[in-house]
Structures are given as structure tokens and as C-alpha cells.
């Protein structure tokens, strides 16, 4: 399978990563808004192309994995590029989803393309989890819980605080709400009671640091409905300590059965993540792989993880998926 990256920032390079370790995948080109002669990536041979000449690669690349962000760039370009590609994107803005798969599902159907949007791992495995667990278990609880982990949204909200040089937010599940869930306890949880949030700041040199400090934390739609706590540290902590993005968190359904219900049960998925881009990354490339077999099978429109049968995600046949994982 011949992929095509279009943007190469912290997901295209993890795309890249993601590539390498798929024998089945080749990378064909990356595609850039960029300078091409400025943008170095790390597999050798391998052409960078501006994006403005990307009509010219439509049949040189079987999935196009379009690496951009949600407020802005994927509403644009999933359905411009489905017009000439198979694509794949990692929409993750959930309030939008029904509007970008319509949008989407119109041009991927007009050009006979197939598109997958909202691939990674929320939207994308927790969302599978729990659908499955609302099927298997119909009477009872969903609760999804973020963290510990990055959220890149809420760093640069307080990175646009006045006086503040650089920042990065933490998500974190509050431990006993986690708990009460896990015990079966089906508690109803306020926003406050579920996650805290953790800031870490360089500050400008002479800043007013209780001023920064009372912004971030009565910061509408970011910080005013939690528990959140703004540590202030130099440059120096700042690139020891918080250069890396991890992230991760928990899908639980917790449910009924038995004719008076009279037994419960706990369904949970967990990730623990180094790198959210990788294994969004990681997530993409396995996607993609679906839905080039699919269009070989002559389907097209939009689909998304829900539509996709877990064994067209695997490199291995159906013999050896039910010798060795069934």
C-alpha cells in the first residue's frame, strides 16, 4: 500500500514512525504547505512535494493520511482531497463529527473515493469500546476519563496568556472518581469531580505571576469548572521535564443483568500513551490499510471506525487471525 502524508508536523512524522514498522505499507511522499526544500523527514528516498502540486500524485498513492488540525484545516481538506484520493484523518472535534462525515460522504461518493474520518484513539478505540460495551451491556453507565496526559487544546490557551513565555497542561482523572466507577459504584459526576488539571509555566521575565495565575484558572470553557493548579518553573525544568506529549485514560461501561438484575458488571478499557501522535499514528496507518482494501472491493463514501470489521485492519489472513488471536 502506497501512502501519501499531507503535513508534517508531530502526526505526520508519527505516520512515518507508524509506516516503518508495517512491512505491508510503503511511504510514497509527503505532501507540504511548507517550503518542500525545508522539510526534512527521516525515510531515506522518500519525495517531499508541495501540497499546491498534490493533484498530480492522485494515482501514485493508494491512501492519503491528511495530518492537520481540526478547528481549521480538516473541515477544508478531507473533502477537497477525497475528490482525488482515498484519505484518512483524525477529526477530532466530537459536537462536529455528524457534519464533517456528511460533508465528506458527499465528495467521496461524487468521485468514487473512500474516505475514514475520526481515527486515533478518542474518537477512534475508545469509541469502539464503547459501542461494544453499550451493546453488551445495555442497562447501565458509560464514563470516559482523560489522563494523566497533555492536552495540547489547554496548552495553548495559557500559552496565549498575556506575560506567559511557554506552558503545557496536564488532564488528570481525579483518583477517586476513577475508583467509585471501578467498584461499580455508577456515580453521577460533576465536570469538577472527574478531572483536575495541572499547569506548568515560564513566565516572561518581570510577568505578574498572580495576575497569570488568576487568568488561567477563571478561563472560560478551558479551566473555570476545575480543580486546576499553575506551577511556575524556568526554561531549563521546562525542556527537562515536559518536552514529550503523553496522554491516555479509561473507558468504562459499568452495567446489569440476571432477571432482577441483580448482578453487575465492569467493563474497562485502559491506554497509557508516551506519545499521543504516535499512537494516533499508529491507530491511522491500521485504518488506512482498511479502507484501501475496501475500495478494492469497490466501496466508497465516508466511513469510520465503527463501520470497519476488525480483521480488515490486519496485515495477517483470516486463517491466521483464527489460528493465532481468535
Same mark, same amino acid.
Given at each position: 500500500?502506497?501512502?501519501?502524508?499531507?503535513?508534517?508536523?508531530?502526526?505526520?512524522?508519527?505516520?512515518?514512525?507508524?509506516?516503518?514498522?508495517?512491512? $505491508?505499507?510503503?511511504?510514497?511522499?509527503?505532501?507540504?504547505?511548507?517550503?518542500?526544500?525545508?522539510?526534512?523527514?527521516?525515510?531515506?528516498?522518500?519525495?517531499?512535494?508541495?501540497?499546491?502540486?498534490?493533484?498530480?500524485?492522485?494515482?501514485?498513492?493508494?491512501?492519503?493520511?491528511?495530518?492537520?488540525? !481540526?478547528?481549521?484545516?480538516?473541515?477544508? &481538506?478531507?473533502?477537497?482531497?477525497?475528490?482525488?484520493?482515498?484519505?484518512?484523518?483524525?477529526? *477530532?472535534?466530537?459536537?462536529?463529527?455528524? +457534519?464533517?462525515?456528511?460533508?465528506? *460522504?458527499?465528495?467521496?461518493?461524487?468521485?468514487?473515493?473512500?474516505?475514514?474520518? !475520526?481515527?486515533?484513539?478518542?474518537?477512534? &478505540?475508545?469509541?469502539?469500546?464503547?459501542?461494544?460495551?453499550?451493546?453488551?451491556?445495555?442497562?447501565?453507565?458509560?464514563? +470516559?476519563?482523560? @489522563?494523566?496526559?497533555?492536552?495540547?487544546? %489547554?496548552?495553548?490557551?495559557?500559552?496565549?496568556?498575556?506575560?506567559?513565555?511557554?506552558?503545557?497542561?496536564?488532564?488528570?482523572?481525579?483518583?477517586?472518581?476513577?475508583?467509585?466507577?471501578?467498584?461499580?459504584?455508577?456515580?453521577?459526576?460533576?465536570?469538577?469531580?472527574?478531572?483536575?488539571?495541572?499547569?506548568?509555566?515560564?513566565?516572561? =521575565?518581570?510577568?505578574?505571576?498572580?495576575?497569570?495565575?488568576?487568568?488561567?484558572?477563571? &478561563?472560560?470553557?478551558?479551566?473555570?469548572?476545575?480543580?486546576?493548579?499553575?506551577?511556575?518553573?524556568?526554561?531549563?525544568?521546562?525542556?527537562? $521535564?515536559?518536552? @514529550?506529549?503523553?496522554? @491516555?485514560?479509561?473507558?468504562?461501561?459499568?452495567?446489569?443483568?440476571?432477571?432482577?438484575? =441483580?448482578?453487575?458488571?465492569?467493563?474497562?478499557?485502559?491506554?497509557? #500513551?508516551? !506519545?499521543?501522535?504516535?499512537?494516533?499514528?499508529?491507530?491511522?496507518?491500521?485504518?488506512?490499510?482498511?479502507?484501501?482494501?475496501? %475500495?478494492?472491493? @469497490?466501496?466508497?463514501?465516508?466511513?469510520?471506525?465503527?463501520?470497519?470489521?476488525?480483521?480488515?485492519?490486519?496485515?495477517?489472513?483470516? $486463517?491466521?487471525?483464527?489460528?493465532?488471536? #481468535?
Amino acid at each position: 500500500m502506497r501512502v501519501g502524508i499531507l503535513g508534517y508536523g508531530n502526526l505526520g512524522r508519527g505516520v512515518e514512525c507508524a509506516i516503518k514498522q508495517n512491512s $505491508d505499507v510503503e511511504l510514497a511522499y509527503v505532501f507540504t504547505r511548507r517550503d518542500p526544500s525545508t522539510v526534512k523527514i527521516l525515510t531515506p528516498g522518500v519525495p517531499v512535494v508541495s501540497v499546491s502540486d498534490i493533484e498530480n500524485y492522485k494515482d501514485k498513492v493508494d491512501v492519503l493520511i491528511i495530518c492537520g488540525g !481540526s478547528a481549521t484545516d480538516l473541515p477544508k &481538506m478531507t473533502p477537497e482531497y477525497v475528490k482525488y484520493f482515498n484519505v484518512i484523518d483524525s477529526f *477530532d472535534t466530537h459536537a462536529n463529527i455528524p +457534519t464533517h462525515f456528511a460533508n465528506v *460522504d458527499k465528495a467521496a461518493k461524487e468521485t468514487g473515493h473512500i474516505a475514514l474520518i !475520526s481515527a486515533g484513539w478518542d474518537p477512534g &478505540m475508545f469509541s469502539l469500546n464503547r459501542l461494544y460495551a453499550n451493546c453488551i451491556l445495555p442497562e447501565g453507565n458509560d464514563y +470516559t476519563f482523560w @489522563g494523566k496526559g497533555v492536552s495540547q487544546g %489547554h496548552s495553548d490557551a495559557i500559552r496565549r496568556v498575556n506575560g506567559v513565555k511557554n506552558g503545557k497542561q496536564y488532564t488528570i482523572p481525579v483518583p477517586e472518581a476513577i475508583e467509585a466507577v471501578r467498584n461499580g459504584e455508577n456515580p453521577t459526576l460533576t465536570t469538577r469531580q472527574k478531572h483536575t488539571r495541572e499547569c506548568f509555566v515560564v513566565p516572561e =521575565e518581570g510577568a505578574d505571576l498572580a495576575k497569570i495565575e488568576q487568568e488561567i484558572k477563571t &478561563m472560560p470553557n478551558y479551566f473555570d469548572e476545575y480543580d486546576t493548579t499553575v506551577h511556575f518553573i524556568t526554561e531549563e525544568e521546562f525542556a527537562r $521535564d515536559h518536552a @514529550g506529549i503523553p496522554h @491516555g485514560g479509561f473507558v468504562f461501561r459499568s452495567g446489569v443483568t440476571g432477571w432482577e438484575k =441483580e448482578h453487575k458488571h465492569v467493563i474497562e478499557y485502559s491506554l497509557k #500513551l508516551d !506519545s499521543n501522535p504516535e499512537f494516533t499514528a499508529s491507530v491511522i496507518v491500521a485504518y488506512a490499510r482498511a479502507i484501501n482494501r475496501l %475500495h478494492g472491493e @469497490g466501496v466508497n463514501g465516508c466511513k469510520t471506525v465503527f463501520d470497519i470489521a476488525p480483521a480488515y485492519l490486519s496485515p495477517l489472513s483470516g $486463517d491466521e487471525l483464527r489460528a493465532h488471536l #481468535l
